[in-house]
């Protein structure tokens, strides 16, 4: 790799983190119905990345949204013992799913993929670490309903950031 695409790369990787850790801590300021429910906006930045740079980049943009978001936003135990697995398991799935449909696919469906598996993950979790009665999952298919509509919203945000970011590098 060229130095200057290096260079190119690390600031990209750079903005990313910033951007996401900017978008988590404004997303608490975003009012919804249901207590817990987030837009998933923070994740904007793992999307870009799996779009444009490679999968290493996109794990790492993952796992420092993952710290980072939380130390900004408070209650950063809790926050990390679910938000960093569900993260990480939204976003290899959503690699393993983008390189199997590259080219069928586009990143609304990748969102609604990885929000699904967050807020999957984020149950089990919740169910094994915090709440022992399986009366959890009686809510999960309404977070489960809602996740994926904000992740389609996700990756539509991220097709028309992308694409501003490609001009933006391109000129």
Not at 105 to 126: D, K
């Amino acid at each position: 790799m060229r130095t200057q695409d290096n260079e190119k790369k690390i600031s990209l990787i750079g903005m990313l983190v910033a951007f996401s850790i900017v978008a988590g801590y404004l997303e608490n300021f975003i009012p919804l119905p249901v207590p817990g429910l987030k837009l998933g906006i923070a994740n904007i930045g793992i999307m870009i990345s799996l779009y444009l740079l490679d999968w290493k980049s996109t794990i790492l943009i993952a796992i420092l949204k993952s710290l980072l978001v939380p130390l900004v936003t408070g209650n950063f135990i809790i926050k990390l013992t679910i938000g960093l697995p569900a993260t990480l398991a939204a976003a290899t799935f959503m690699i393993i799913y983008k390189t199997l449909t590259n080219k069928f696919t586009t990143a609304t469906s990748t969102g609604a993929l990885g929000a699904f598996i967050h807020i999957n993950c984020q149950f089990v979790l919740i169910k094994f670490l915090f709440i022992k009665s399986l009366t959890i999952y009686k809510i999960l298919p309404y977070f489960s309903l809602f996740s994926v509509i904000a992740g389609a919203i996700t990756g539509y945000l991220t097709i028309i950031t992308t694409e501003i970011i490609l001009k933006t590098y391109n000129k």
